[in-house]
């Protein structure tokens, strides 16, 4: 699985251009996480993004929009798991967010894919470190798995290779992205970010 995409949590200058910008550049997934957007906000964010490519977007939250708006799927936090059987009946990609073994373990298999956090030292949130020990980690994953696991927390063009080498199916880009570009707003600069670390993925 290619890289995928979370977007910054808050309002961003520009951010939907470099969005638009990954998407042309091969961005397959992108997941809006906006906890405090309503859903007014939800739906002008999502109408501001290329309408060709609303079927690559999955929803943290307002999930009542992927169906309205013909996006691609749900994601599931600890904030909305409530809402999970909600949408066990539905013909949609769902995942959702794993923060310990003991609830990798105990994935269900309705899920398409998990995104585990944090494997390393977070770019976005300071001072928030793995919680897993590596050893214990790759041992899972390189075991038959039927969730495809994904890497979330501090994954970047230099550590990249170690989240291959740990056996995960695919790795989650935020921070690597978004630090630098909220202080420099370059989209050619976020676009290179992120072709590199898609490059070095697959």
Partial sequence: MKPIVICYPTKLDKE???????????LEVLHVRKPAYSEADMVA?????????????????????V?????????????????IDDYSDKALPKSISVHSMSELINL????????????????????????????????????NHEVPVL?????????????KELGFDGVALHGHLWAQFEKD????????????????WT
């Fill in 16 to 26: 939907v251009e470099a969005i638009n910008a990954m998407f042309e550049a091969g």
């Fill in 45 to 65: 964010f999502i109408n501001s993004i290329d309408a060709k490519y609303h079927n690559k977007i999955a929803l943290h939250s307002n999930l009542h929009l």
């Fill in 67 to 83: 169906e309205l708006k013909g996006l691609r799927g749900v994601h599931f936090t600890s904030y909305n798991r409530h809402l």
């Fill in 108 to 143: 269900s298999e309705s899920f398409n894919y998990a995104l585990l956090s944090p494997v390393f030292e977070s770019i976005s949130k300071e001072g928030y470190g793995p919680a897993i020990d590596q050893s214990v980690l790759k041992n899972y994953l390189k075991k």
């Fill in 151 to 163: 890497a979330l927390g501090g994954i970047d063009h230099k550590n990249v290779d170690v989240a």
């Fill in 185 to 200: 707003g370059d989209i050619n600069g976020v676009v290179e970010r992120f072709k590199e670390v898609t490059e070095k």
